[in-house]
């Protein structure tokens, strides 16, 4: 069975700080992991996606995320959060390809 | 590159009445799904084509819910007859193959009163 676990409904960070949203996963094959954002009104952004070449993916926007398969988890992070970062974001899994799994996202609120 | 296409934008509908979306996907993506999400959830899948055929359509509520993708292009996704429950922002997304990244239109979102 596929499933993926957003461990926070909400984050909150004041800019400048970093960010951390957090994701595990279960997977029956060796799955391909995405970070999806959507801005309020606006349609689902790729942010970067795993595809198992290197375990540290960088994405869009000052994003990365590293696949730890030991722990299950694809953590998505930020160096220093910006206003415009906040969205919610969609941890998603795919095992075969074909099809998407996606959390139930979690809301990041950026303080100015 | 245009992106994927969806209208209308929103649509207010009483239950037991029918709703029609349609989604025109990136030009030369064989692969189309439409996805429901319901508010404070991720997206499920309700159905997945590859070019005119259905690959997954599991999730798809058929004795309400049918979609078509004649010609292997644009897609139409209708509810018949709408419940309360149908409230949500339907996705339409489309990717170049089955193993490549899938891209989103902004949604449709339906309310049933």
């Known amino acids: 069975a596929q499933s993926v676990t957003q461990l926070d409904s909400h984050v909150s960070v004041s800019e400048g700080t970093p960010v951390l949203l957090r994701c595990n996963y279960s997977?029956?094959?060796?799955?391909?992991l995405f970070w999806y954002v959507q801005h309020p009104n606006k349609g689902l952004q790729l942010l970067l996606k795993?595809?198992?070449?290197?375990?540290l993916v960088k994405g869009i926007n000052g994003f990365e995320a590293e696949f730890k398969k030991s722990e299950t988890s694809f953590h998505l992070t930020k160096p220093s959060a910006h206003m415009s970062d906040a969205a919610e974001y969609f941890c998603v899994v795919s095992p075969t390809g074909n099809q998407f799994y996606f959390g139930t996202g979690t809301s990041l609120t950026v303080i100015p | 590159e245009a992106g994927v296409a969806q209208s209308p934008r929103y649509k207010i509908i009483e239950k037991r009445q029918s709703v029609a979306f349609w989604c025109n996907p990136i030009?030369?993506?064989?692969?189309l799904y439409w996805y429901q999400q319901i508010l404070g959830q991720g997206p499920k899948l309700l159905i997945q084509f590859q070019n005119n055929g259905v690959v997954d359509d599991s999730q798809l509520p058929k004795d309400r819910f049918s979609a078509e993708r004649l010609k292997g292009v644009d897609s139409t996704l209708k509810i018949q007859p709408a419940k309360l429950e149908d409230s949500a922002v339907y996705l339409c997304?489309?990717?170049?193959?089955?193993?490549?990244?899938?891209?989103f239109g902004q949604g449709t979102r339906l309310t049933v009163v």
């Open positions: 997977s029956s094959y060796s799955p391909s």
């Open positions: 795993y595809t198992s070449a290197a375990t």
């Open positions: 030009s030369g993506h064989a692969t």
């Open positions: 997304a489309s990717s170049l193959t089955m193993n490549t990244e899938a891209f």
